[in-house]
């Protein structure tokens, strides 16, 4: 069994840390927030004080937070790096800008720490369930140094390139999810409209042409899904002010290869529209308020 430092305990990062704990390894957490730290030892990990604590002795560290600027300030501005044992493995899951990723992961290189970049898919759910799938860039070798740990998270486990590869097969990834979450709204809101129930249109959709992750596991209509962030008043789950970020990070890759992305840049501005109303840290399946016509 490892022993582990794991930094950044949000709505992904504590259902991981957690299974890791569960899987019997040794783990030292931080996170800027108490009551994040506090869930995690409650179940048996260690609090560090602060991330250079939590490094202190690991063999493996592994962060999941929010944008490249908390990945860049904490390995690089941070001197995160500076702290790790040349020994030890990073791995890095948060979702992030590609250049990012490879200039966190050249500065590791230098220092002779290996180093991952490892973006999960799969939703609070895929984390808790440990069914999550991790998008690996980096080199072989220490994606299978990493598998052991990551076959505690996740199900599935694909090499996507080098340094930087997994981040850009991420970013494509969410794109997509950004856009069938608002076409999917936009479907379920014109049925409704129409006088159709939400459930039921739902389940047809849910076997027919149309399916997709929101309507098979992640539903955006209060009341159809119990167990999505849709029926919890949109708590927890990916915030909008996340996918707006990952859509960011579409648009600017976009731009660095001259690709067309029109429906990506048109969710991009949903979404956007969406967080200036104020709805920035609800679930991003809230984007349905958008669309919704509310009853004469
Ligand atoms: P979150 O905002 O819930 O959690 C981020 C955590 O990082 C917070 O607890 C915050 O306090 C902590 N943090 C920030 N800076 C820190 C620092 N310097 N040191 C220690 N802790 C710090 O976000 P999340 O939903 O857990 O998402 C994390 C990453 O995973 C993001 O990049 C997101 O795009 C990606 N992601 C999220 C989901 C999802 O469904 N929520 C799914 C796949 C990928």
């Known amino acids: 069994m490892s022993s582990i430092a794991f930094i950044g305990l949000g709505n992904m990062g504590a259902p991981m840390a957690l299974n890791l704990v569960k899987a019997g390894h040794s783990l030292t957490v931080f996170d800027l927030v108490p009551a994040a730290v506090k869930a995690l030892t409650d179940a048996g990990a260690k609090a560090a004080a602060s991330a250079a604590e939590a490094v202190q ?8 937070l929010p944008a490249s600027k908390h990945v860049e300030g904490l390995y690089l501005d941070g001197d995160l790096l500076g702290k790790i044992s040349s020994s030890a493995l990073v791995i890095e899951c948060s979702t992030i800008a590609p250049d990012s990723a ?17 973006p999960v898919s799969g939703g609070t759910g895929g984390a808790a ?24 998270m996740g199900k599935n486990i694909f090499h996507a390139g080098p340094a930087g590869a997994g ?35 739902s389940d047809i959709i849910a076997k027919s042409s149309g399916r997709n992750w929101a309507t098979e596991l ?14 919890k008043g949109y708590a927890g789950g990916f915030g909008v002010d996340l996918m707006l970020k990952d859509l960011g990070l579409a648009a600017e890759a976009a731009l660095s290869a001259r690709a067309s992305i029109p429906l990506g840049e ?6 956007s529209l969406h967080s200036a109303g104020g709805s920035g840290r609800l679930d991003f399946s809230s984007i349905v308020n958008l669309l919704k016509r509310e009853p004469d």
């Open 57 to 64: 002795g690991a063999e493996v560290v592994i962060s999941m």
């Open 266 to 271: 048109l969710a991009r501005n949903l979404y």
């Open 129 to 152: 369930a440990g069914t999550l799938t991790f998008i690996v860039g980096g080199q072989a070798a220490a994606l299978e140094r990493a598998r052991p740990i990551l076959e505690k």
């Open 167 to 201: 981040q850009v097969a991420k970013i494509c990834n969410n794109m997509l999810l950004g856009i069938l979450m608002a076409g999917t709204s936009e479907a379920l809101a014109l049925g409704v409209a129409n006088g159709l129930d939400p459930k039921v249109l």
């Open 218 to 231: 992640y539903n955006p209509w209060p009341g159809v899904m119990d167990h999505a962030p849709a029926s």
């Open 102 to 118: 490879r200039k966190v992961a050249q500065a590791a290189e230098a220092r002779g720490v290996a180093m991952i970049d490892a």
